[in-house]
């Protein structure tokens, strides 16, 4: 299986991975997806056991190495506009998220896919982290009973970001780029719609980072008077003990469950804020490789992660605009 | 220094233990402060020491005996009716809250406070709990720089409520009881006003509890961009380790502090996640005493009582009318 890299700026480490654990996968070429992106990170990622070409152009490379799976992790503005392409071009497309950054790019980018025939997934591997699985597990086979409320956290480092963080036009925005995340864990576990939108979000003490939002926090009403809430913030002190503390509480009408600190914790009737054994579910790559051979469903589907990032447009346009938005 | 008591739906264990504490105070008279109400609770929290007067009309006592405090804890649709009597009769009030259950009943409290010169007080204990007065210490002294984003949490069980949280009337609403602790809070730490208020609530498997909203999720702006958002639920299975589940996580431009599971933890540049001593502030009605004498001051005050107040009935308008409200 023939496979391409357009970009080095996301979490192409999910992808690389994977095809480290697969045979049939070749990298076959690397391009730039977005201009002045640098692909020195995917190429040190690759390695010496890279034999495939490098080029200055993904279309050239599209069209001349006909790849079976595109993976996507250019700069944010761009992935829609690359997605589409290399759908066009008929690949398979693992991509970075957000699917797009503006409603109308995620349209396009709908339109394409549905047309294609081919695959899509996005880049949510935190679905595949032990703890998150674990939880999800639990939460799926009646541990809580109903789910009424959930509050979820996302905390980075902000470090030195890449220029193009700084422009909203290339980086889209904070509840889109980091928010995401939480968004999809949300809508995973509850399967759920949402029909209520709030959010805001703040670009004070940002330490030069232009347009980037330092902390957002979300507000979303689903079906059913389900209430959720989602923390963002880049202040995690460089001190701090990891890159990022995720976290989400889930709350049902027979129990609490709560993944912190990389674990899990239980709450009902048979457990005492008791920690959980964790259990994986492997790469999330390989799951989308397994799906396109016909050997198996990747946990993650293209309908799921046009979802996420439609709901996580909508958040950004809330805050922007200090509104509530309403869902049909 | 003469207490009386009026009402026993509240947390009077905050004034009958101050009051041990202090051997110039002494409870010479009980009643109750709502129509139905039993006062079988206070009566056995003083136990036999008890040397004073039982009365069925508080009225009647506050006239009979003159008493220099009265504590407020009936059922929290009477709460700013009884507290305006006790001012008008010359007493100071330590108060259940909210102050009020509606912004007229708040209006007209403070008219009447403000023109008494008496001391008033809410049961803001939670504020002395050993936790929350060490991270305010920290916060205060300046560990994590300056505020950017508030995540607090109350959660309770919910057992078998007495009759009169099952109507609006009578309870006020789940935001007003249960999240004013952490409205509290937010503006302790903070000093900030607020700017900007969103709230949903859900009466949804409140197993019978009539109008008690069993979940709620509020979203505030304060000044300067500050967010802060309050998660509350009834959904804290009987089986839990304690009644409550009460956490504050405040993240700022140099460091997080966290109060949770009864501890706090701090990371900043010189903290990696690190647990902090605990130092107490004593009995909040000890306090309260100490200003009335002139020996001190209490550390809630007056208008922070009745500002938690309108902010959490804000916050209940909020979510009756899926509206944002907007504060000058």
Not at 149 to 171: A, H, M, P, V, W
Not at 184 to 210: C, E, L, M, P, Q
Not at 220 to 245: G, K, M, V
Not at 275 to 298: A, M, T, W, Y
Request: proline letters at 2%; aromatic letters at 12%.
């Amino acid at each position: 299986m023939k496979i391409v890299i357009i970009g080095s700026s996301g979490h192409i480490n999910y992808a690389i991975e994977g095809i480290g654990l697969d045979k049939e996968c070749e990298v076959v070429g690397v391009a730039p997806g977005s201009k002045g992106e640098s692909i020195d990170k995917v190429l040190n990622m690759l390695g010496e056991n890279f034999k495939g070409k490098v080029y200055g152009d993904y279309e050239v490379m599209l069209e001349e190495l006909s790849p079976d799976v595109a993976v996507v992790a250019c700069h944010f503005g761009d992935i829609a506009k690359v997605n589409i392409k290399a759908l066009s071009y008929g690949c398979h497309v693992f991509t970075e998220k957000p699917l797009a950054t503006t409603m109308e790019d995620l349209k396009a980018l709908k339109r394409v896919y549905y047309q294609s025939g081919k695959r899509l997934c996005a880049m949510f591997g935190i679905r595949y982290k032990p703890w998150f699985f674990t939880a999800y597990k639990f939460v799926r086979e009646g541990a809580i009973g109903e789910i009424r409320l959930i509050n979820t956290q996302k905390s980075y480092k902000l470090g030195r970001r890449d220029e193009f963080y700084k422009k909203r036009e290339t980086y889209g925005g904070t509840i889109p780029w980091v928010g995401i995340h939480a968004i999809d864990w949300i809508h995973w576990f509850t399967h759920k719609r949402f029909k209520t939108i709030y959010a805001t979000h703040s670009r004070k003490y940002n330490k030069d980072h232009g347009d980037l939002e330092v902390t957002a926090l979300c507000h979303f009403t689903l079906e059913d008077e389900i209430f959720a809430s989602l923390s963002i913030d880049y202040l995690r002190p460089e001190n701090a003990l990891s890159h990022d503390d995720d976290r989400m509480r889930i709350v049902g009408t027979d129990g609490v469950i709560e993944v912190i600190f990389n674990k899990v914790f239980l709450t009902n009737k048979d457990y005492k804020n008791q920690e959980l054994p964790l259990e994986g579910r492997g790469n999330i790559f390989v799951d989308f490789l397994k799906e396109i051979k016909g050997n198996g469903s990747c946990m993650v589907t293209a309908e799921e992660s046009f979802y996420a990032t439609e709901v996580a447009l909508l958040a950004r346009q809330s805050a922007d605009k200090n509104k509530i938005i309403y869902l049909p």
